[in-house]
């Protein structure tokens, strides 16, 4: 667990992405946070330590990411996990068996492969509603609901959920509230500010945006709830290694410019293929014909770079897709280079083929995950894979 610097606070985000959580190394004035590459630490004497024990339990590498992300999420207590389903796993560990989790319909298809094929047999139990309605929300929570979770926007459909009506109704029913932010990024979207209790991402997608290494982070305000979390933490070991830490740690001091090139290129992706296919085939909060275009922009201050088109068919999707040469057929999200993904055979496909159905993430559906590159020329890439498509 690492608590943030309280002056960090009184700067922008795009300061603190450059310095929260860090300060130059005391011994040799290094301006880099140092990758403390050890797995123990030398202790002074029997019970007397300089403040790091075994690297499972702290790591200052990590605790520097950690505080850098806990202040950029406007939170107080930080923690980086081995990877983003790491920090699902460790962050369900906060409950015991017979407690059920109200989970958002729409998530990332890793999420309820986790949730129904592992934990319920551990004894929680998860019940899936439509979170872009509040009230189902509340109809839903009954005495044995311990936490809501969501995301928004979700992945791929792009629903948004209000986070502050949900957060009231889960503090109501004294439930935790548990946001994954990982497409938003803390640059556009702070769910601690709406009320959610613990934001998590997948640090592997925008906050390190380099495609290059596989991490997690939680951030929480409460500081027992911190004390809880540091515990699961060290005693379960999905931690990551100081190397990955500080990769991400390098990522997020370009966050705040990246995103606005995201969100740049995402705007005007989006507006293109709106007029090629219509509104109602494109989903991104930013077009002003996405149904909760207002509520996103309300609780959001950019919309990204993650777009997703219906094509009508697989047979549409996979001509689009081979003739894509700047957007790479690939997993994951968020790094500099685009991206893209068919999500039925690819980042849902453990989803029931019945519930995709239901949520509409069909085999026409492609994700796109907008990189920062020349926008004319991923316009030009776009145009020509769509020639000849109906």
């Given at each position: 667990?690492?608590?943030?610097?309280?002056?960090?606070?009184?700067?922008?985000?795009?300061?603190?992405?450059?310095?929260?959580?860090?300060?130059?190394?005391?011994?040799?004035?290094?301006?880099?946070?140092?990758?403390?590459?050890?797995?123990?630490?030398?202790?002074?004497?029997?019970?007397?330590?300089?403040?790091?024990?075994?690297?499972?339990?702290?790591?200052?590498?990590?605790?520097?990411?950690?505080?850098?992300?806990?202040?950029?999420?406007?939170?107080?207590?930080?923690?980086?996990?081995?990877?983003?389903?790491?920090?699902i796993d460790s962050i369900m560990k906060l409950f015991k068996s017979g407690d059920r989790i109200l989970c958002a319909d729409n998530m990332y298809g890793g999420t309820p492969r986790l949730f129904d094929r592992i934990?319920?047999n551990l004894g929680l139990g998860f019940t899936y509603v439509d979170t872009r309605d509040p009230q189902r929300v509340a109809?839903?929570?009954?005495?044995?609901?311990?936490?809501?979770?969501?995301?928004?926007?979700?992945?791929?459909?792009?629903?948004?959920?209000?986070?502050?009506?949900?957060?009231?109704?889960?503090?109501?029913?004294?439930?935790?509230?548990?946001?994954?932010?990982?497409?938003?990024?803390?640059?556009?979207?702070?769910?601690?500010?709406?009320?959610?209790?613990?934001?998590?991402?997948?640090?592997?997608?925008?906050?390190?945006?380099?495609?290059?290494?596989?991490?997690?982070?939680?951030?929480?305000?409460?500081?027992?709830?911190?004390?809880?979390?540091?515990?699961?933490?060290?005693?379960?070991?999905?931690?990551?290694?100081?190397?990955?830490?500080?990769?991400?740690?390098?990522?997020?001091?370009?966050?705040?410019?990246?995103?606005?090139?995201?969100?740049?290129?995402?705007?005007?992706?989006?507006?293109?293929?709106?007029?090629?296919?219509?509104?109602?085939?494109?989903?991104?909060?930013?077009?002003?014909?996405?149904?909760?275009?207002?509520?996103?922009?309300?609780?959001?201050?950019?919309?990204?770079?993650?777009?997703?088109?219906?094509?009508?068919?697989?047979?549409?999707?996979?001509?689009?897709?081979?003739?894509?040469?700047?957007?790479?057929?690939?997993?994951?999200?968020?790094?500099?280079?685009?991206?893209?993904?068919?999500?039925?055979?690819?980042?849902?496909?453990?989803?029931?083929?019945?519930?995709?159905?239901?949520?509409?993430?069909?085999?026409?559906?492609?994700?796109?995950?907008?990189?920062?590159?020349?926008?004319?020329?991923?316009?030009?890439?776009?145009?020509?894979?769509?020639?000849?498509?109906?």
């Open positions: 667990m690492s608590r943030i610097f309280d002056e960090d606070l009184k700067f922008s985000c795009g300061t603190r992405a450059v310095h929260a959580g860090q300060r130059p190394d005391p011994t040799t004035g290094a301006i880099m946070t140092p990758i403390f590459q050890t797995s123990t630490y030398a202790q002074e004497a029997l019970g007397r330590n300089k403040g790091y024990e075994y690297a499972r339990g702290k790591n200052p590498t990590r605790e520097a990411l950690e505080r850098n992300i806990a202040s950029l999420e406007g939170g107080t207590h930080g923690f980086a996990f081995a990877s983003g389903m790491g920090t934990l319920a109809d839903a929570m009954t005495p044995d609901v311990k936490a809501v979770i969501v995301e928004t926007p979700t992945n791929p459909l792009m629903w948004i959920t209000d986070l502050a009506a949900v957060g009231a109704i889960a503090k109501r029913h004294g439930a935790l509230f548990i946001v994954d932010n990982t497409f938003a990024t803390p640059v556009f979207q702070r769910p601690l500010e709406h009320g959610a209790d613990i934001v998590f991402h997948s640090t592997t997608k925008y906050l390190n945006g380099h495609s290059d290494m596989v991490g997690g982070c939680a951030v929480v305000n409460d500081d027992d709830l911190a004390a809880r979390l540091q515990f699961i933490l060290n005693a379960a070991g999905a931690v990551p290694g100081p190397f990955d830490a500080w990769l991400v740690l390098r990522g997020t001091k370009t966050l705040h410019l990246r995103m606005a090139a995201h969100d740049a290129n995402g705007r005007r992706i989006a507006g293109w293929l709106a007029q090629r296919l219509g509104d109602e085939r494109v989903y991104y909060p930013g077009l002003a014909s996405h149904p909760h275009h207002a509520l996103a922009a309300r609780q959001m201050s950019g919309f990204g770079g993650m777009i997703s088109i219906e094509l009508g068919s697989r047979a549409a999707a996979e001509t689009v897709i081979n003739r894509l040469h700047l957007f790479t057929l690939a997993e994951s999200l968020g790094g500099v280079e685009s991206l893209v993904c068919h999500p039925a055979t690819m980042t849902h496909a453990s989803v029931p083929p019945e519930r995709r159905a239901r949520l509409g993430i069909s085999d026409g559906l492609v994700r796109l995950s907008v990189g920062v590159e020349d926008a004319e020329d991923l316009l030009n890439d776009i145009e020509h894979a769509f020639q000849g498509v109906a």
